[in-house]
């Protein structure tokens, strides 16, 4: 399995990611388009999205460069991997927004710790589960086809319990390649929620002392750190209610109409 420039490595090696209609293009270069494509570039993570006034079209599709381009273009067939099956382009996109999520408030995070860029680092876990992913639908692939027996097969013979064990195998293949994908996503989220977390708590804290900065002037008011509360203040409102009150106290006395 071909192999992506992590942290120690090249930085200038960049992974591309466009999601169409009924595929996802996953590219150690950019992929093709019949129309034209912005790049929201991400360190070594780079999102191929259309342009906007093409985003109301009834069908977005991203393809590899035809073959003739291949040499001209210093690419391989190699650079690329396609997922097309709803369950692959579904995890890839859980890992995508993690890796998203963890770069948007990296710029944040290392206000705080002192830790190097992770683009290439996510681009080269995200190139490896599209490689775990097209393997895993290779081997759904096998695995229909060899549970789907011809009826024409008889079902006590050599080769339809060779055909059963097959299917077996790959079914084993198949929990395990799931796996293998949970696992590698469950980091990539882990890693999301963790710097999101962090970012808000640090967010939180410094408020928190920007408030008490400006509330400074209240260690200045003895008033203010007395436990007993000061007698309310009186004004117009104030007496006026109270002389109402008074007031009405007596009419009721006078009229014995008094509770």
């Known amino acids: 399995m071909a192999r992506v420039a992590g942290a120690g490595q090249n930085r200038d090696v960049r992974l591309y990611l466009a999601e169409g209609v009924a595929e996802t293009v996953v590219g150690r270069r950019p992929p093709s388009a ?14 191929v999205r259309p342009r906007e006034t093409l985003l109301g079209q009834q069908r977005i599709t991203y393809a590899v460069p035809r073959t003739a381009g291949w040499r001209l273009l210093g690419r391989t067939p190699g650079d690329y991997r396609v997922l097309t099956h709803r369950d692959d382009r579904a995890d890839l996109r859980r890992a995508a927004d993690a890796a ?18 992770p683009s290439a680092t996510l681009a ?18 096998s695995h229909a086809r060899l549970t789907d027996i011809d ?13 059963t064990d097959r299917a077996d195998q790959a079914r084993l293949h198949l929990r395990r390649l799931d796996t293998s994908v949970a696992h590698r996503i469950r980091h990539l989220t882990r890693m999301a929620d ?10 939180a804290i410094s408020g928190a002392r920007a408030l008490l900065r400006d ?16 007698p309310p203040p009186t004004d117009d409102a104030a007496d006026l209610a109270d002389h109402t009150s008074a007031v009405m106290s007596a009419y009721r006395d006078l009229s014995g109409t008094a509770t």
């Open 124 to 141: 080269a876990a995200l190139w490896s589960l599209t490689g775990v992913l097209t393997d895993r639908h290779e081997v759904r692939l």
């Open 194 to 203: 963790e710097t999101e977390a962090f970012v808000r708590q640090e967010q």
């Open 215 to 230: 509330t400074t002037h209240l260690l200045d008011d003895p008033a203010a750190l007395s436990p007993a509360l000061p």
């Open 100 to 117: 998203v999520m963890i770069l948007d408030r990296w710029p944040l995070l290392r206000d705080y710790l002192p830790m190097d860029e």
């Open 151 to 163: 009826p024409a097969v008889p079902r006590g013979s050599r080769i339809h319990a060779e055909l």
């Open 34 to 47: 019949p129309f034209a494509c912005d790049h929201l570039v991400l360190g070594s993570l780079v999102l």
